[in-house]
C-alpha cells in the first residue's frame, strides 16, 4: 500500500495517560502534515514537519504536545496526560514538496478517544 | 486570522442535476485551492486542485477560482448518490504558514 499510513485507526485513553500517534508518508514523500478533527469542526492544521526537523508548528498547542519525524520510522504525534478535550481524529497528511501548488495526501486517521 | 467559509448545508440535489458547491477565504494572498471529499468516518480525499482564476475541469467535477473575488466553486454534474459526502474546501495561503487552511465542510446529499 503506496498510501499515507497511520496506526492505530483507534486509540482509548484514560485522563492523564500519553497518546503516540504514528504516521508513515507516501512513497517518494517527505513532508509530513498533522491535522486534527473535533465533532462538528474543520480540519485543524497543527504541525508540519520534514526529515528531523519541524518546520512549522504554528497549530500546536502550547503544552502536553509534540511531534516529530525521525530519519528511520515513523512520524509520531505525541499527546501527554490527555484530557477529555484532545478526544478528535488526527490526520496526517504527506506531500511530494513543500510547495504549496503540491496537494496533500490524507491517511485513514486515528480517532482517539478520552475515557 | 486566515478563514475559509463554507455553507454547511445539507445540500440536497436530485440525482443527475449539477451541485454547486460555494467557498471564499479571506487571505487575498492566497496561492492554491483544493477540494477534498470526505465520508463520514473515513480521510478527506483529493478531488481537484486549482491555482489561477477561471475554470478547471476533470470527468464530472469542474473547479471555479475567481481571486478578485476571494471565490472558489466546485460543480458536480450527473449528480450520483455516491456523490452524497461532506465536501472540504482548503486553502494554501503561503507566507510562511505551511498548513492547508479548511472550511468546515458542506455536507451535499444526493437524492435517488
Known amino acids: 500500500n503506496a498510501g499515507v499510513m497511520q496506526n492505530p485507526r483507534h486509540l482509548v485513553r484514560r485522563r492523564g495517560q500519553e497518546a503516540r500517534l504514528r504516521c508513515s508518508p507516501m512513497k517518494g514523500h517527505s513532508h509530513v502534515y498533522w491535522y486534527r478533527q473535533l465533532p462538528e469542526e474543520g480540519l485543524k492544521f497543527m504541525v508540519y514537519?520534514?526529515?528531523?526537523?519541524?518546520?512549522?508548528e504554528s497549530g500546536m498547542p502550547k503544552e502536553r504536545f509534540s511531534a516529530e519525524f525521525p530519519k528511520e520510522g515513523p512520524s509520531i504525534l505525541r499527546i501527554q496526560q490527555v484530557v477529555r478535550g484532545d478526544s478528535a481524529a488526527y490526520f496526517c497528511a504527506s506531500s511530494q514538496t513543500g510547495f504549496g501548488n503540491q496537494p496533500q495526501h490524507f491517511g485513514d486517521g486515528t480517532r482517539l478517544s478520552i475515557l | 486570522q486566515k478563514e475559509v467559509e463554507q455553507n454547511s448545508g445539507p445540500l440536497s440535489v436530485p440525482e443527475g442535476a449539477i451541485a454547486s458547491l460555494n467557498c471564499t477565504y479571506s487571505d487575498r494572498g492566497s496561492q492554491s485551492f483544493f477540494w477534498y471529499r470526505q465520508y463520514s468516518g473515513k480521510s478527506p480525499e483529493l478531488i481537484m486542485s486549482?491555482?489561477?482564476?477561471g475554470d478547471k475541469e476533470d470527468g464530472r467535477f469542474t473547479a471555479q477560482l475567481n481571486k478578485a473575488s476571494q471565490y472558489v466553486s466546485l460543480l458536480i454534474r450527473d449528480s450520483q448518490p455516491s456523490d452524497s459526502a461532506t465536501y472540504l474546501c482548503?486553502?494554501?495561503?503561503?507566507?510562511?504558514?505551511?498548513?492547508?487552511?479548511f472550511g468546515k465542510g458542506t455536507h451535499l446529499i444526493i437524492q435517488p
Open positions: 486549482i491555482y489561477s482564476n
Open positions: 482548503a486553502v494554501f495561503s503561503g507566507g510562511g504558514a505551511d498548513g492547508l487552511t
Open positions: 514537519l520534514q526529515k528531523e526537523n519541524i518546520i512549522d
